[in-house]
């Protein structure tokens, strides 16, 4: 079966740095999407990765390596409004995305 | 300037009536989408469509059926509603391509009494 597991929640505290993980386990790779979903809104697009490595815009990254089926986001100089969720989606070789449950991200002053 | 759009925001209905949602999208995408995410949080494909083809998630019971007026719009339609159907339903659209992001509606809450 098709698999996406990101930890449920994690903490941090303002102005620091934190990474969130996802592993997967897909019928086929046609790259990974990671979106922000705050409380009661819809999911809003932050990165694609279809290549091993590291992807940079603005205070997000994103990596990827295909080999071990792992991805992170990581954010850097956490502000209060990062509080959300994200969400790890995988296409696979059917071009059909299979989405994890989601982080629920804290961010603490 | 809404880019994906539904109507209504919130719906509150009877087990066994039969609702409509729409989905309307101003981008000039290709591929429209419906999205059921439950109380968990999980986000799942119901249907994928585009001007060549539609996309069924087969887990999704043949109550619910999208029906498309034209490439700006999906609607979603559902028969014989039960308990299990409360849910947010999220519409949304894309180019297209392999790489495209995909563009949400701001999201139906459903709920079946």
């Known amino acids: 079966g098709q698999n996406i597991d990101q930890p449920t929640e994690m903490t941090a505290t303002e102005g620091a740095i934190v990474q969130i993980n996802c592993t997967y386990q897909?019928?086929?790779?046609?790259?990974l999407f990671w979106y922000q979903q705050h409380a009661g809104e819809a999911p809003t697009f932050l990165s694609y990765?279809?290549l091993d490595g590291l992807e940079e815009k603005g205070r997000f990254s994103s990596f990827l390596s295909r080999s071990k089926g792992y991805s992170y986001l990581l954010l850097k100089e956490l502000q209060m409004k990062d509080s959300a969720s994200y969400l790890c989606?995988?296409?696979?070789?059917?071009?059909?995305?299979?989405w994890g449950a989601g982080t629920k991200l804290i961010i603490k002053p | 300037d809404t880019a994906v759009s539904q109507t209504p925001k919130y719906l509150v209905t009877q087990m066994g009536n039969d609702k409509s949602i729409k989905c309307e999208q101003n981008?000039?995408?290709?591929?429209m989408y419906w999205y059921k995410q439950d109380s968990k949080k999980f986000l799942k494909i119901m249907f994928s469509?585009?001007?060549?083809?539609?996309?069924i998630n087969e887990t999704v019971p043949n109550r619910f059926s999208p029906k498309s007026p034209d490439k700006a719009h999906l609607n979603l339609h559902i028969n014989s509603l039960e308990l299990g159907d409360s849910a947010v339903y999220f519409c949304?659209?894309?180019?297209?391509?392999?790489?495209?992001?995909?563009?949400f509606g701001p999201g139906t809450r459903l709920t079946v009494l």
């Open positions: 897909t019928s086929g790779f046609n790259g």
């Open positions: 469509y585009n001007n060549k083809e539609l996309i």
């Open positions: 981008l000039g995408h290709d591929t």
């Open positions: 989606a995988v296409m696979d070789s059917n071009y059909q995305l299979i």
């Open positions: 949304a659209s894309s180019p297209g391509g392999v790489s495209d992001e995909q563009f």
């Open positions: 990765n279809v």
